[in-house]
């Protein structure tokens, strides 16, 4: 939102009330309370007739510092907030001659007393971050629409970039938009979104996270060009400084605050095969779906069915369609037997003609208006309306209805929508605001159902396969990018999306292989094969037509077969990428700026991603097969071909639709295992260990999960004059050590090889 118009006028209607300089402080435990007047003070009269705000300075964490500013201490302020978990760490506060400190671990606040001279400088030690200062940190009201708004401006340096606010599907660096973070059902070709997060990163490696779960409207360089401006609506913004020291450990540090990502089961990283949304299934389709692929030795791992699987205009009411499928515990069976795990599609909300509309009603679970009466709407369901997750006993009733889904044999819920929540004339059971419960809906929504999959199945063997979320969502996996086209430019622009939401800790996402509206080509559909299973889930669906690869041509079939096996050899270095992202917040898919940013090339990079810490992926994105994508320094190697590329440049290249640009790391351990059929098995068992260009000198280790995520190995590689020791500790004795480019002379001991180069 724009309340200037240029640097010096406003625009009509807006009064600004900017924090002008520093007239008092005090410190209250680890607390300190700045108060800065909107008015330069020249005599005693100049205290009267003018506001004043109040900056509190917290930190619930080494590293983070929260800044609370607050115009009229009284007015109403109400929650959800974001949920973070608050560290008790050691704070200092000290005064100098014309500043006051605030510092948490590196991190300092600096608080200028020099009068007209209002300034918060925020430091990694020595290290200049951001600031806010002169016209930046203001209160503002709008006389025309009776409305108050609270303002921060924090500084971007002449060389800084700004990434994140949740799944965006415009350009990843976000200097020069403009974002309102409002969660709506808008596809991916727009610039609304499914997830919207009010946290982003710089490549300065800090990240801001505004505490207000509503309508965060943001101005990068859009408004000022020199500053990133955050608004909310009310007397309060709250927002934490969060002091990464590089952008990973930014998003390692958010993830700190608002929860790690849950590690999902092993199987979930296998291929999934949905039936669509409307295409016109029945039990003898799907089961053909499920039959083609074992006829084309194409593993499957999970069977999805859309939401037809429930009777049109009965969305949700959780029971089968008997009339397309008459045995639906019997087919579950069947498909469990081939190994199968079953999902189904689900919603909140509730049509008026299910029959659990007037159950709900009764017993007050619904989101009502402030009049008690119940909110409904004709968009996308009849009558339909919405689950109130504030009340405990709603969101029990609403578990007990999946309950009955898992104890036939489903594994785990498709969790669509959330984004179309009410919110004007609103009550919900709890006494919270309906603005900010727009969001955060989804966040209730989600943890109800991932809840209940962890109380079933234990923790770790739970997933969904959610489209909306809000801060903190990241802790229930996985995540898909919503509605896409069959194109190559959407195909572009759901990355993109994929890039941003990783900058908020989101560590499992996924998209519809080969876009969701229309009906790709043979050949876009076999590139998004690609760029599908190179990603941390993969997911088979689309909108009016079926997805399957024979639909296509026959080579579609082939190009699927071969990365879906792909993917199921790499899951013992995939799954050790999981673990560390639930561990750390590391996400599996991060864009190049998060692992390389001493390397400026790699500042703005949206059409490539490393996948894990090891494994660099370019989609191709082109009909012509052309794919230009950026090497950072050292010797790669190209995994399907064996060939060593020097970095430090771009490259260019022409794949056919059977490889892209996969290259593995300088000085990796690549852990790949010796099944090609399944994700979930003895990642250990007959593991292959190979070793990448390695500088003379180099050090790098690695570590093996069980497929319950256990580190049941570890393996370590120096190199010394153009030798590599490997030594490998715990597990069985059944492993190999090889070169990526092949030619070796091995020399093996019990746990330990020496590897020599040769020319």
């Known amino acids: 939102m724009k309340f200037t118009n240029g640097y010096w006028l406003n625009k009509k209607g807006i009064i600004p009330s900017y924090a002008v300089e520093y007239a008092d402080h005090k410190a209250a435990g680890n607390d300190l309370y700045v108060y800065a007047p909107c008015k330069h003070r020249t005599d005693r009269g100049d205290c009267l007739n003018i506001g004043i705000l109040r900056i509190q300075l917290s930190s619930p964490m080494e590293d983070v510092i929260k800044v609370s500013v607050v115009h009229f201490d009284g007015a109403n302020y109400k929650g959800p907030f974001v949920k973070v978990e608050e560290k008790c760490p050691d704070v200092r506060i000290w005064e100098e001659e014309d500043k006051i400190i605030y510092q948490s671990g590196c991190l300092k606040a600096v608080v200028c007393k020099k009068p007209s001279a209002w300034e918060i400088a925020f430091e990694d030690g020595d290290r200049s971050l951001t600031s806010t200062g002169y016209r930046n940190m203001a209160h503002m009201r709008n006389d025309a629409a009776s409305k108050s708004y609270m303002v921060e401006q924090l500084a971007i340096d002449v060389d800084e970039y700004i990434y994140g606010l949740g799944e965006r599907f415009t350009p990843f660096v976000k200097n020069g938009q403009a974002l309102d973070m409002w969660n709506e059902d808008g596809g991916t070709s727009s610039e609304i979104s499914y997830k919207n997060v009010p946290f982003y990163i710089s490549n300065k490696g800090y990240g801001i996270l505004v505490d207000n779960e509503g309508d965060v409207s943001y101005e990068i360089g859009s408004e000022k060009v020199e500053r990133v401006q955050f608004s909310v609506e009310g007397e309060r913004l709250d927002y934490y400084v969060i002091n990464g020291h590089t952008p990973m450990g930014a998003v390692e540090k958010y993830t700190e605050l608002t929860g790690k990502p849950a590690l999902p089961p092993a199987w979930s990283f296998g291929l999934w095969l949905t039936t669509s949304f409307t295409t016109d299934y029945d039990e003898e389709t799907a089961g053909s779906f499920v039959r083609g692929m074992e006829e084309h030795d194409i593993p499957l791992s999970v069977f999805h069915f859309d939401c037809f699987w429930m009777e049109a205009y009965e969305w949700c009411n959780f029971k089968w369609n008997r009339k397309i499928f008459p045995e639906p515990e019997k087919m579950l069976a069947r498909y469990h037997e081939k190994g199968l795990k079953i999902c189904v599609w689900i919603n909140p909300y509730i049509a008026q003609k299910s029959d659990l509309f007037a159950e709900a009603a009764q017993q007050g679970y619904l989101i009502c208006r402030q009049d008690g009466s119940i909110w409904q709407t004709n968009m996308w369901q009849a009558g339909m309306a919405a689950v109130d997750f504030t009340n405990p006993d709603a969101k029990a009733w609403y578990q007990g209805k999946l309950k009955a889904l898992i104890d036939m044999g489903v594994d785990c819920?498709?969790?669509?929508?959330?984004?179309?929540?009410?919110?004007?004339?609103?009550?919900?059971?709890?006494?919270?605001?309906?603005?900010?419960?727009?969001?955060?809906?989804?966040?209730?929504?989600?943890?109800?159902?991932?809840?209940?999959?962890?109380?079933?199945?234990?923790?770790?063997?739970?997933?969904?396969?959610?489209?909306?979320?809000?801060?903190?969502?990241?802790?229930?996996?996985?995540?898909?990018?919503?509605?896409?086209?069959?194109?190559?430019?959407?195909?572009a622009e759901t990355l993109r999306g994929g890039l941003s939401l990783s900058c908020g800790g989101f560590g499992f996402w996924s998209h519809d292989i080969g876009g969701f509206e229309q009906t790709a080509s043979a050949d876009v559909y076999k590139r998004w094969c690609a760029f599908g299973m190179l990603s941390s889930h993969s997911r088979l669906h689309g909108a009016s037509s079926y997805r399957v690869p024979w639909l296509y041509d026959e080579e579609a079939c082939e190009v699927l077969r071969k990365f879906v096996k792909l993917k199921c050899a790499l899951m013992p270095y995939l799954y050790a990428q999981a673990v560390r992202a639930h561990e750390e917040g590391r996400p599996l898919l991060r864009p190049m700026v998060l692992e390389f940013p001493e390397e400026p090339a790699c500042a703005a990079l949206e059409r490539q991603y490393m996948l894990g810490d090891s494994l660099l992926v370019a989609p191709v994105m082109k009909e012509s097969g052309e794919v230009e994508y950026y090497l950072p320094k050292g010797k790669w190697v190209q995994l399907l071909t064996g060939e060593v590329i020097e970095g430090g440049r771009w490259k260019k290249e022409k794949h056919g639709y059977d490889t892209c640009p996969l290259l593995v790391r300088p000085n990796t351990i690549l852990a790949v295992g010796n099944c090609f059929d399944r994700p979930d098995y003895d990642f250990e068992e007959g593991v292959t260990f190979y070793l990448s260009e390695f500088e003379d000198g180099a050090a790098s280790k690695i570590f093996v999960p069980d497929a319950k995520g256990n580190k049941i190995r570890l393996v370590t590689a120096?190199?010394?004059?153009?030798?590599?020791?490997?030594?490998?500790?715990?597990?069985?004795?059944?492993?190999?050590?090889?070169?990526?480019?092949?030619g070796a002379g091995i020399q093996r001991s019990e746990n330990t090889v020496l590897m020599e180069r040769r020319s």
């Open 413 to 491: 819920f498709k969790t669509d929508f959330g984004e179309r929540i009410p919110v004007r004339e609103i009550a919900y059971g709890q006494n919270v605001d309906p603005v900010k419960m727009h969001n955060y809906y989804t966040y209730l929504y989600n943890e109800a159902v991932f809840e209940l999959l962890e109380r079933e199945f234990g923790r770790g063997e739970a997933v969904v396969f959610a489209r909306s979320a809000t801060a903190g969502s990241q802790k229930f996996p996985a995540h898909w990018g919503g509605d896409s086209s069959a194109t190559y430019p959407s195909m």
């Open 718 to 742: 120096q190199s010394k004059n153009e030798q590599i020791m490997v030594t490998v500790e715990g597990g069985s004795d059944n492993w190999t050590c090889r070169f990526l480019t092949g």
